[in-house]
């Protein structure tokens, strides 16, 4: 007897025991399932945000795929017109390269022609310069041969005898007279023979003057030439200095 009512004492400390166990497992069941559901529902929206944060950067590569594929189209159409364009400038470049090379060489022979004109200027400045100052010695030979000339021709003039007037006189009065004239002859040949050493003595005195004046005049006009020849060699080279 009292070994069943002491197994039976055990018996209902073990069952007691196992209840308060099996309440206990339940409760931290329960709590453990509670727990996990919240980390359930809380991981279920953690990746419900994750699936829309994916969705969101999906739609945002897809748009940056599409723009990076026009920007790629425009990058490629402004690379085209890049290279059309060096292609363009190149050519233009050879073109005025060309363009250049042509001015240059038509301004080289426009100053090697504009030289040779020069030249001949000068050359014709000097044939007019000699020119002018032979015209202006023939001038003034001819001013000096005019006025001898009529130097000569007055004093000429001057000794000429008057006609004679033997006709006019009766026989008598000539053959009077005939004597006085044959003395007045004389008389006027030695004056004639006189004046005509006067007058070559004065033409010869003109002819020197005449001379130092060609002289003078010749001097000038070689200095003006010389300046006129240096201010035209100036003038060209000061516009040979600005082409």
Do not use: C
């Not at 004679?164 to 004389?186: D, E, F, H, M, Q």
């Amino acid at each position: 007897m009292d070994l069943s009512s002491a197994l039976r004492e055990i018996r209902a400390q073990y069952e007691s025991l196992a209840a308060k166990n099996l309440q206990s497992a339940e409760e931290w069941y329960k709590s453990k399932f509670a727990n996990l559901n919240e980390q359930a529902a809380r991981s279920t929206e953690a990746i419900r945000a994750s699936r829309e944060e994916i969705h969101e950067y999906r739609r945002q590569l897809q748009a940056r795929t599409i723009e990076i594929e026009g920007l790629r189209g425009a990058n490629e159409s402004l690379e085209r017109q890049i290279l059309e364009l060096e292609e363009r400038h190149s050519a233009e470049v050879a073109g005025y390269q060309d363009s250049i090379g042509q001015l240059e060489n038509d301004l080289r022979n426009t100053k090697s022609e504009m030289a040779r004109h020069l030249r001949e200027y000068q050359d014709l400045l000097n044939v007019k310069m000699a020119l002018d100052i032979e015209i202006a010695a023939y001038r003034k030979l001819l001013e000096g041969e005019e006025t001898r000339f009529s130097t000569s021709g007055l004093s000429i003039s001057g000794l000429n005898p008057l006609p004679n007037p033997s006709y006019l006189l009766p026989p008598r009065i000539v053959s009077s007279s005939a004597p006085k004239a044959a003395s007045t002859g004389l008389s006027l040949k030695k004056e004639e023979e006189e004046e005509e050493e006067g007058a070559s003595k004065d033409a010869s005195k003109k002819t020197s003057k005449i001379e130092e004046s060609f002289e003078e005049t010749l001097e000038e006009t070689v200095i003006s030439t010389k300046k006129t020849e240096k201010s035209n060699i100036e003038e060209s080279t000061i516009s040979s200095q600005k082409m």
